[in-house]
């Protein structure tokens, strides 16, 4: 009854003109969408283990997605924005679109790529290099999927000098537990993390990673970047190691910062010019990676942090950009509301 109620409410905002307005009003402006995965309907089938697809995008959700910004925005690559910016660009009435990938999963290329070019639209790629052409585990899909997975029904961890309890006998109870454990090691310096990590995998030995499902967790080979590439994709860097920058020390981002642009430059023989952030919160960078960023010519850099780009203003907050993060809970009418800025997401 509640997702009928919300979803009869974003129809009203669309067939009232309200969102139309908001798009009008926005015409001036860049919404930028982030997504992670796109899979086939048919191949999300695991219902208990939902919780591990809320990023992820049905392939039939996103050409749906991707036919109606066609309609209703100006698709816009990176290489354009500075055209947006500079005021070379004919004036419209309507808002531009950009839509970026976090991460670098394999099903991006298989099931995204293939909409992207059937439509027309460039896609923005941000990709953790390390990971690349393999099935090794981000730290914070690791931390959810070994709690969502144990039968254990309780998880106790010392982190910085505190012991916490985390019940994990439940399905809610281990989201809960997920989402507490991420959001208290993302504040936490990088060989804390390390640790944790390791004392959860002596507690969870029942998990078995050989067991993590391709079709969501498998990363890019080169290869397919380079052909994505080829017809026109562009790719970032997403750091060579999903660490987020706040995790690091100064020597430590200038590092993975710049190696991540190498090898990406390396590969695809394209200029890395873009990054994003993982996790991407407010208090996840600072002013120190933004001059880091500066430095080593990277040209944008963007956050999770939900909003909208006006275009007189991206200058100003070009390694600070704003996004809307799509999820897998998202229906059509509700997307729709949440791009146009009538729905707070």
């Known amino acids: ?18 969102n139309a307005l908001k798009r009008w009003l926005r015409q001036n402006s860049v919404v930028v969408l982030t997504y992670h995965g796109v899979i086939p309907r048919d191949l999300i089938k695991n219902e208990e283990h939902l919780f591990e697809y809320r990023n992820v995008v ?18 816009l690559s990176l290489n354009e924005l500075q055209e947006v910016i500079g005021g ?5 009435c309507r808002p531009y679109i950009l839509i970026t990938f976090d991460d670098g999963f394999e099903n991006n290329y298989k099931y995204a790529f293939p909409v992207l070019k059937k439509y027309g639209v460039v896609g923005h790629f941000f990709l953790t290099t390390d990971f690349m052409g393999s099935q090794k585990m981000l730290w914070t899909e690791e931390v959810n999927y070994r709690i969502m997975h144990t039968q254990k029904k309780r998880i106790e961890l010392v982190i910085g000098g505190h012991r916490y ?22 504040l936490q310096r990088r060989p804390v993390i390390v640790e944790v990590l390791r004392e959860l995998r002596e507690q969870t030995p029942d998990v078995v990673l050989e067991a993590l499902t391709p079709e969501r967790y ?9 052909e994505m590439s080829r017809s026109g994709m562009i790719f970032g860097s997403h750091t060579t190691h999903h660490f987020l920058l706040n995790n690091l020390t100064a020597e430590e981002v200038a590092h993975t910062l710049a190696e991540s642009k190498r090898v990406i430059e390396q590969e695809t ?22 001059r880091i960023l500066m430095r080593l010519g990277y040209r944008f850099a963007f956050t999770q942090i939900p909003g909208f780009n006006e275009a007189d203003f991206i200058p100003l907050r070009r390694y600070a950009l704003y996004r809307i993060n799509i999820s897998h809970f998202m229906s059509l009418p509700i997307f729709k509301s949440i791009i146009a800025g009538t729905w707070i997401h």
């Open 88 to 92: 070379r660009r004919q004036k419209v």
């Open 165 to 186: 309890e985390f019940p994990t006998g439940t399905v809610a109870q281990k989201e809960h537990a997920s989402i507490r454990l991420r959001r208290i090691l993302k």
């Open 58 to 75: 049905t392939q039939e959700d996103f050409e749906k997605q991707i036919q109606f910004v066609r309609r209703h925005y100006i698709p």
């Open 218 to 226: 498998r990363f890019m080979s080169w290869d397919q970047i380079r």
């Open 269 to 290: 023989r394209e200029t890395c010019n873009y990054f994003s952030y993982p996790n991407g919160e407010k208090e996840n960078f600072s002013e120190r990676d933004t």
């Open 1 to 18: 009854m509640k997702a009928w109620l919300k979803n009869n409410l974003a129809n009203l905002l669309e067939y009232s003109g309200l």
